[in-house]
């Protein structure tokens, strides 16, 4: 929950307005053990 809560209040700052179209992965760092898993399009 504070992960979540920490991303969100970032993207409703006036910093995260800049942010547009990207992919935030908010797992508690399991990423960093397993690696990213990349999406075909």
């Known amino acids: 929950p ?3 809560a ?3 209040l970032y ?3 006036r910093a ?3 942010v ?3 992919i935030l ?3 508690g760092g ?3 053990q397993h690696g990213l898993t ?3 399009e």
Do not use: E
Request: aromatic fraction near 8%; charge should be negative; glycine fraction near 12%.
């Open 6 to 8: 920490g991303a969100t």
């Open 16 to 18: 995260g307005s800049y």
């Open 30 to 32: 399991q990423s960093v």
């Open 25 to 27: 992965t908010i797992d």
């Open 11 to 13: 993207l409703c700052s």
């Open 20 to 22: 547009t179209g990207a």
């Open 38 to 40: 990349l999406f075909k």
């Open 2 to 4: 504070d992960d979540i």
